[in-house]
Structures are given as structure tokens and as C-alpha cells.
């Protein structure tokens, strides 16, 4: 099984995500490592600046990627190389209110 492939997959996941971006027709707004200013204020508990977006680093980012996709599809009991492809799919489809039903 996949128990220590997440960074290997977080790894790829970021290359994908890219850094800064802020487009006005993009809903998430301002993004930084695939992480919304919406996302990161819900991990905080406060609202931040988009100063503090663009200044995120792949440690800040990391813990949120765990929680949030990895372990709440339980990727470590899927196959490697599948894991990679639901964690995937669960970043980009922002399914993190599916895995609320899915975990309970």
C-alpha cells in the first residue's frame, strides 16, 4: 500500500499547482501552491492578506494537503500509484465535503 508515499505525491501535485496566481476570472482568487486564500483562512482560523498567499511555502502548505486530501481518503490504504490519482482528483475537484459523508 501507499502509507509513505505522500510526499512523493505531494510532490507531484505541486509541480501542477504552480505558485502565485490571483486571476480575476479564476472563483478561488488569490492561490498560492494550488492553496486558495479561502482555504488557507479556513486552516487558520483568521483572514489573511493576499501578501501572506503569495509569501506561502511548500512546509506551510504541506500539513493542509495531509489533513485535508490525503488522509481523509485514507490514501495510505490505497495502492501505490492509485493513490496518486485519487489524491489528484481530490485536489482538483475540491471534494473535501464528499469525504465529510464518505468518512462518517
Do not use: S
Not at 28 to 36: E, F, H, I, R
Not at 61 to 74: E, L
Request: a negative charge.
Amino acid at each position: 500500500m501507499a502509507k509513505d508515499n505522500f510526499r512523493k505525491c505531494l510532490e507531484v501535485i505541486l509541480h501542477h499547482e504552480g505558485g502565485y496566481v490571483d486571476h480575476p476570472k479564476d472563483p478561488g482568487g488569490a492561490t498560492n501552491l494550488g492553496v486558495t486564500k479561502q482555504t488557507y483562512e479556513d486552516w487558520m482560523g483568521k483572514v489573511v492578506t493576499k501578501d501572506i498567499i503569495k509569501e506561502l511555502t511548500i512546509d506551510d502548505v504541506t500539513p493542509i494537503y495531509k489533513k485535508n486530501y490525503w488522509t481523509a481518503i485514507m490514501a495510505e490504504d490505497i495502492p501505490a500509484g492509485l493513490d496518486l490519482c485519487v489524491f489528484d482528483m481530490c485536489v482538483n475537484g475540491d471534494v473535501t465535503e464528499q469525504q465529510k459523508c464518505y468518512n462518517n
